[in-house]
């Protein structure tokens, strides 16, 4: 069974501070990514990486960053965390090439920022 | 640019019902059509569609994919209350060598004993 572990379930944090969300999977998958989902928005994209040390941006990457220098661990991290980034955060991994695989999620982390 | 619809936003049915779930979308460069549901944790993987026409089956649920009009269905007969969850419909479509999806916002189903 592939398996996507993220960090913590649930994370409070000040505006301001800076908030690392880890993100672990076990399939050797060449592909990982981190998405937000809110209520109305569904879930957006805000980086991937098809490599290790490789990412892009996706819709949405501002006010946030990421780090692989792993292939099994991607991170996400919020600089400065603001009041609007409190949401719902899902890694998901996948394999590489332009032919389909499905995605495996993580269990998601609830992040509010007060 | 690039959106998936799903409709309806939201369902209420009772056990053993039959619920249809759409999903249209206007994406460049489709590669594929994806269907999830989502408890109260990660979206777990229900089908994957490349093909018009062609009917993925698993159980109660099956799906089929028309390209020419850009929509999927799901369909789940006999509903259960196991069943209540949220269903995400996500497009794969490649730019620039890489490959990324797009989510509709999902439709709630709640199915009542």
């Known amino acids: 069974d592939v398996k996507v572990t993220q960090s913590s379930r649930y994370l409070v944090k000040r505006t301001g501070e800076k908030v690392f969300l880890e993100c672990v999977q076990d399939m050797d998958h060449e592909n990982m990514f981190w998405y937000r989902q809110d209520p109305g928005l569904g879930l957006r994209l805000i980086y991937f990486?098809?490599?290790?040390?490789?990412?892009e941006k996706g819709d949405i990457p501002e006010g946030y960053s990421v780090s692989r220098e792993k292939k099994e661990r991607f991170s996400l991290i919020l600089e400065s965390a603001s009041t609007n980034q409190t949401s719902m955060y899902l890694c998901a991994s996948s394999f590489p090439g332009r032919t389909s695989y499905e995605q495996y999620f993580g269990p998601g982390t609830r992040l509010t920022v007060t | 640019e690039d959106k998936v619809v799903q409709s309806p936003l939201s369902l209420v049915v009772h056990e053993g019902d039959t619920v249809t779930l759409n999903c249209s979308y206007e994406?460049?460069?489709?590669?594929?059509l994806l269907w999830y549901k989502q408890e109260k944790k990660a979206p777990t993987f229900l089908f994957m569609l490349?093909?018009?026409?062609i009917e993925k089956k698993s159980g109660r649920l099956s799906s089929i994919l028309d390209k020419k009009e850009l929509f999927s269905i799901l369909n789940i007969t006999a509903t259960q209350t196991g069943d209540s969850a949220v269903y995400l419909c996500a497009v794969g479509r490649t730019t620039s060598g890489t490959y990324k999806y797009i989510f509709g916002t999902g439709t709630r189903l709640k199915v009542l004993a």
């Open positions: 994406v460049t460069n489709f590669r594929s």
């Open positions: 490349t093909s018009s026409g």
């Open positions: 990486s098809y490599d290790v040390k490789m990412k």
